[in-house]
T-cell receptor
Framework: NAGVTQTPKFQVLKTGQSMTLQCAQD?????MYWYRQDPGMGLRLIYY???????DKGEVPNGYNVSRLNKREFSLRLESAAPSQTSVYFC?????????????FGEGSWLTVV | QQPVQSPQAVILREGEDAVINCSSS?????VHWYRQKHGEAPVFLMI?????EQKGHDKISASFNEKKQQSSLYLTASQLSYSGTYFC????????????FGKGTRLHILP
């Protein structure tokens, strides 16, 4: 099984450009998440989706939009990239919204905004 | 809302023990523990769901004190492979499905 797959793995953007990070899971999980990781800040939740058709804001949603395209896919969009969005982005999924279930992480996407 | 982890960093010699603490200001439903190696994704260690519950495998175990809203991760007779950053993730009792992680504890094991 592939688990959680993210693309692209590396990306350099210019300030003001837009881009979409793609994420897909093949574990039939209901919940999906986007986190960003910055040095000394840990993993901060950007948006999450408890089930297909629903999305909710996390700790740091400003500057991002998400789409839960179907049960498998959850994309993260930066409409107008800023240097402060330089980070490592992790997509993750878990079985259902009532937690108690393992969160599986993708391999990460390294984004640099210049 | 982010849980607080302590210490921020630990340096041990192989064979020594370590304790990493995680505390929250909110009532908790569950606590998750993950380890991350440099440049890799976080990897699941264990989940604690009930107050007082203790879980473990190999020489890594954890406890969850629901009343104090705290969890501790115990690493016994540490091995070189234990090096990495440890994160606790918490879900509140309101079951809003948000899993919020702490800033992490960096653990370095010396031979």
């Amino acid at each position: 099984n592939a688990g959680v797959t993210q693309t692209p793995k590396f990306q350099v953007l210019k300030t003001g450009q837009s881009m979409t990070l793609q994420c897909a899971q093949d574990m039939n999980h209901n919940s999906m998440y986007w986190y960003r990781q910055d040095p000394g800040m840990g993993l901060r939740l950007i948006y999450y989706s408890a089930s297909e058709g629903t999305t909710d804001k996390g700790e740091v949603p400003n500057g991002y939009n998400v789409s839960r395209l179907n049960k498998r896919e959850f994309s993260l969009r930066l409409e107008s990239a800023a240097p402060s969005q330089t980070s490592v982005y992790f997509c993750a999924s878990s079985l259902n919204r009532f937690s108690g279930n393992t969160i599986y992480f993708g391999e990460g996407s390294w984004l640099t905004v210049v | 809302q982010q849980p607080v982890q302590s210490p921020q960093a630990v340096i041990l010699r192989e064979g020594e023990d370590a304790v990493i603490n995680c505390s929250s200001s909110k009532a908790l439903y569950s606590v998750h523990w993950y380890r991350q190696k440099h440049g890799e994704a976080p990897v699941f260690l264990m989940i604690l769901l009930k107050g007082g519950e203790q879980k473990g495998h190999d020489k890594i175990s954890a406890s969850f004190n629901e009343k104090k809203q705290q969890s501790s991760l115990y690493l016994t007779a540490s091995q070189l492979s234990y090096s990495g950053t440890y994160f606790c993730g918490t879900e509140r009792k309101n079951r809003d499905d948000k899993i919020i992680f702490g800033k992490g504890t960096r653990l370095h094991i010396l031979p």
